[in-house]
């Protein structure tokens, strides 16, 4: 029997979210229909125990989430690390941002919603990639959004999921927030997972995931924001998974899944986007990667690694300022 990532997610919401808003540095707000917005970064100014639970909420209240650092060259730097016992079901079926939220501040760029959501409406092409769906009463999604989401909002959920508006959660943050950067550098396994779907490699033979990616600074223009946010997966994230399969069947998916063994590395995020009409979804999939990927084959006892990541792309798109 499965166990629901919706009924997960809430009980983390109503245990470790609710009780605690002033100490997390969080703001609530009921909609006319009674769904419950929780603000983590786009009036409030939520903290790093904000950000891991809001990362916490997106992975479907599965897994493990830390702060550490990273070493890049010679230089460490703060950092985040998942670990997934679970990572097809908390990545493909919940933190995957494949619910699009309209267009919404200063630059109108689109919105994006993760969350356990997705299992229940089972409506986008990456959670039918993964056999895993839910049923449960309740629901949550964590929007990547300039404004705080409205009515509106609310309705596609509640249609989406049949749910009833009182038993909806809806968590948002801008991009540039503490919570946004977090949250978002945290999407190793989403954008890494997708890769090894996309290209061919049997998703059932994924055992377990843990990575790191860099952090990186808040930044009040959201333009920016999606710049830095992006760099860090591109150029400062690693991937790691356990499987069990041939050695083979590595070998075949490894050369897709990096960033630095594509025409478009060195490139910043931003001149990429912009190409696109600052729209993700329009994106060539080369830009969908990690910066390291490495794979133990429990079966052969090999481990297979290719990428690397890039300090001077990093510190670019960063506004790192100094000596290295």
Not at 281 to 306: L, S, W
Request: hydrophobic share 40%; with cysteine.
């Amino acid at each position: 029997m499965s166990v629901s990532l919706n009924q997960l997610t809430c009980n983390l919401i109503e245990e470790k979210i609710l009780p605690n808003l002033w100490e997390l540095g969080l703001e609530k707000h009921v909609l006319n229909s009674g769904t419950t917005v929780i603000d983590f970064g786009i009036n409030a100014c939520g903290g790093y125990e904000a950000a891991r639970l809001f990362t916490l909420v997106t992975l479907g209240g599965l897994g493990e989430v830390k702060y550490a650092n990273l070493k890049i060259d010679d230089i460490e730097v703060p950092s985040v690390a998942v670990r997934l016992s679970r990572p097809l079901e908390s990545a493909l079926s919940s933190q995957f941002s494949a619910w699009k939220i309209k267009r919404a501040g200063e630059y109108q760029l689109p919105g994006f919603a993760s969350g356990p959501a997705r299992a229940i409406a089972y409506r986008d092409p990456i959670a039918k990639m993964w056999t895993y769906r839910d049923n449960y009463h309740k629901t949550a999604l964590a929007l990547q959004t300039a404004e705080l989401p409205d009515e509106e909002v609310a309705k596609e959920v509640c249609e989406a999921c049949g749910v009833e508006p009182q038993n909806v959660y809806l968590l948002a943050a801008k991009t540039g927030s503490l919570v946004g950067c977090v949250q978002i550098a945290a999407r190793m396994a989403e954008v890494s997972l997708w890769g090894l779907g996309n290209f061919g490699f049997p998703l059932e033979k994924v055992k377990s995931f843990s990575g790191s990616a860099i952090i990186p600074p808040v930044v009040s223009d959201e333009l920016i924001a999606m710049d830095r946010v992006n760099s860090s997966t591109l150029y400062g994230s690693i991937a790691r998974y356990i499987v069990d399969c041939e050695d083979e069947e590595i070998e075949k998916v490894l050369p897709h899944m990096y960033f630095s063994g594509t025409r478009h590395y060195k490139r910043s995020f931003a001149d990429l986007y912009d190409e696109a009409g600052r729209d993700i979804f329009k994106m060539d999939i080369d830009v969908h990667k990690v910066a390291v990927i490495e794979i133990t084959n429990q079966r052969t006892g090999k481990t297979h690694r290719a990428g690397e990541m890039n300090y001077e792309m990093l510190a670019k798109s960063f506004g790192w300022c100094g000596n290295k």
